[in-house]
């Protein structure tokens, strides 16, 4: 069975798009320790980070590098925060997240925003991705 990643890339699942290139797919968290912490997948499902080949994982590495960069630019923070757990979604990810303090960096600590806030984060990190 499709991971719920997968679904959303074929656009089955909706999501608040950041980026996306023929390999790549970027999105903000559902469920955000802070305000822009955004998803970076490889559009092919693979579980654990670590098991993508070397050519996809450091395509995905470039790929959230050009994403922090939007990122940094769109949301005022003191710095991007990079972290990789997959736990919960069993489909590689990297979790970028505009941190100011430790606690942002921490899976319990959750901001509530609304649809449109969402989508005006989305729409504003697209702008500044090059
Ligand atoms: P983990 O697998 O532990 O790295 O965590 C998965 C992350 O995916 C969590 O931060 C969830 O909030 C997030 N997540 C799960 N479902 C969705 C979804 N449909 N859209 C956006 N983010 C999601």
Not at 57 to 73: H, R
Not at 89 to 109: C, E, S
Request: charged share 25%; glycine share 4%; net charge negative.
């Amino acid at each position: 069975m499709p991971s719920i990643f997968t679904k959303i890339v074929q656009g089955e699942i909706p999501s608040y798009k950041v980026a996306e290139d023929d390999q790549f797919y970027a999105f903000l968290d559902i469920n955000p320790n802070a305000k822009g912490h955004t998803l970076v997948i490889p559009k092919k499902e693979v579980n654990r980070i670590f098991d993508l080949d070397k050519e996809t994982y450091t395509g995905l590495m470039g790929f959230s590098y050009q994403v922090a960069k939007a990122l940094e630019k769109a949301v005022p923070c003191e710095r991007i925060g990079m972290s990789v757990i997959g736990l919960e979604v069993p489909h590689a990810h990297v979790h970028l997240i505009p941190i100011n303090v430790m606690d942002d960096m921490r899976f319990i600590k959750k901001e509530k925003l609304s649809q449109d806030e969402f989508v005006a984060l989305a729409n504003e990190i697209a702008e500044s991705f090059e």
